[in-house]
T-cell receptor, first 115, second 111 residues
Framework: DAGVIQSPRHEVTEMGQEVTLRCKPI?????LFWYRQTMMRGLELLIY????????DSGMPEDRFSAKMPNASFSTLKIQPSEPRDSAVYFC?????????????FGEGSRLTVL | QQQVKQSPQSLIVQKGGISIINCAYE??????FPWYQQFPGKGPALLIAIRPDVSEKKEGRFTISFNKSAKQFSLHIMDSQPGDSATYFC??????????FGQGTELSVKP
């Protein structure tokens, strides 16, 4: 299996622009997570989905952030408008609920820089 | 309630030494405690995990010690090697599958 695929790997944009991050989970996995990683705050859970349905979005920092999962093989995280404090590495991860370990498989991340 | 506190923030160990990273939690409903390892430019990857009904789990040079009454758990890396240099995250899973991570520990193993 190809693993979790994220795009773009790097994004540099200017404040006020819209940013869309994309994720393809591992085929067959029924959970999908979006995390944000910064030096100051570590790995923060933003939102997660089960069977394409958002379960908990309490970690989404503001209304400028939105996430969708239109089908089992694709999810997006959108920031509109972006701000410099949104600069971080955004990770997508997926897991299989029937797997006893509950292991999360992470993508390689999307590094976002907002100037 | 949802926090997982990890220490130290950074750790320097000589090759062959023991690396110890500690974590504490508050929510007694957590049911699974994994450790993830992250190399620069990569996503975290599962290293080892334990359930709260077990006090210790060992896989090769990596051991988790779990103290349910103290709500603490730790990762021990025996015979630390330069290749172990990475950032380590403890985590705890709540009901519904939500995984909460500690702040991370940057481990450097000197040759």
């Amino acid at each position: 299996d190809a693993g979790v695929i994220q795009s773009p790997r790097h994004e540099v944009t200017e404040m006020g622009q819209e940013v869309t991050l994309r994720c393809k989970p591992i085929s067959g996995h029924d959970y999908l997570f979006w995390y944000r990683q910064t030096m100051m705050r570590g790995l923060e859970l933003l939102i997660y989905f089960n069977n394409n349905v958002p379960i908990d979005d309490s970690g989404m920092p503001e209304d400028r952030f939105s996430a969708k999962m239109p089908n089992a093989s694709f999810s997006t995280l959108k920031i509109q408008p972006s701000e410099p404090r949104d600069s971080a590495v955004y990770f997508c991860a997926s897991s299989l609920s029937s797997q006893n370990t509950g292991e999360l498989f992470f993508g390689e991340g999307s590094r976002l820089t907002v100037l | 309630q949802q926090q997982v506190k990890q220490s130290p923030q950074s750790l320097i160990v000589q090759k062959g030494g023991i690396s110890i990273i500690n974590c504490a939690y508050e929510n007694t409903a957590f049911d699974y405690f994994p450790w993830y390892q992250q190399f620069p430019g990569k996503g975290p990857a599962l290293l080892i995990a334990i359930r709260p009904d077990v006090s210790e789990k060992k896989e090769g040079r990596f051991t988790i010690s779990f103290n349910k009454s103290a709500k603490q758990f730790s990762l021990h890396i025996m015979d630390s090697q330069p290749g172990d240099s990475a950032t380590y995250f403890c985590a705890a899973r709540s009901q519904g599958g939500k995984l909460i991570f500690g702040q991370g520990t940057e481990l450097s193993v000197k040759p």
